[in-house]
């Protein structure tokens, strides 16, 4: 089945610092989506890219569509302590409506 | 105004019992979802019916079964309750074709 490979596993970063992850596929998606998920709530939709090399910012978030339809980042500018939280990506398919999700990226800030 | 609600947000319950959880969305849409969360957090999408047909059932156990009353509601009834259905699931919502999904609180089961 399709699989995401989403690094890093875990991030412990000083506030302020800028923040990298990513998610990698063997498959080509024609969505990917990056959610964040806060201790004991439901997945929050961040930014959503629908065509290859788009690149779309939401404040100090920026991620970009991989021109192979095959990887997605997102970076996080000038991290503050509400940025913790649990980070997923997911990719969609073109003719499937399912969502395959990454295993996340766990983001700590000190402050 | 929560846009997409669950109950219970906690359930623990022992072996062997049935019990169900109950989803309701007020965005209008026609598509939803139950996904399981496990302990390391992986998200896996479960069952997803469009305007209360079932068009998505991953390789679920038939101990599973949902039910969509009308296309607000998505409840899951749980048979014959085991250890290993220890979760978080989460109900999700989206127009068609399932691009933006919105997920709800989650509920966690805890089975004794």
């Known amino acids: 089945g399709q699989q995401l490979n989403q690094s890093p596993q875990s991030m412990f970063i000083q506030e302020g610092e800028d923040v990298s992850m990513n998610c990698t596929s063997s498959s080509i998606f024609n969505t990917w989506l990056w959610y964040k998920q806060d201790p004991g709530e439901g997945p929050v939709l961040l930014i959503a890219l629908y065509k290859a090399g788009e690149l779309t910012s939401n404040g100090r978030l920026t991620a970009q569509f991989g021109i192979t339809r095959k990887d997605s980042f997102l970076n996080i500018s000038a991290s503050i302590p509400s940025d913790v939280g649990i980070y997923f990506c997911?990719?969609?398919?073109?003719?499937?409506?399912?969502?395959?999700f990454g295993a996340g990226t766990i983001l700590r800030v000190k402050s | 105004d929560t846009a997409v609600s669950q109950t219970p947000k906690y359930l623990v319950t022992q072996m062997g019992n049935d019990k169900s959880i109950k989803c309701e969305q007020n965005?209008?849409?026609?598509?939803m979802y139950w996904y399981k969360q496990d302990s390391k957090k992986f998200l896996k999408i479960m069952f997803s019916y469009n305007n209360k047909e079932l068009i998505i059932n991953e390789t679920v156990p038939n101990r599973f079964s949902p039910k969509s009353p009308d296309k607000a509601h998505l409840n899951l009834h749980i048979n014959s309750l085991e250890l290993g259905d220890s979760a978080v699931y989460f109900c999700?919502?989206?127009?068609?074709?399932?691009?933006?999904?919105?997920f709800g609180p989650g509920t966690r089961l805890t089975v004794l």
């Open positions: 965005l209008g849409h026609d598509t």
């Open positions: 999700a919502s989206s127009q068609p074709q399932g691009t933006e999904q919105f």
């Open positions: 997911a990719g969609q398919t073109l003719y499937g409506n399912k969502l395959v």
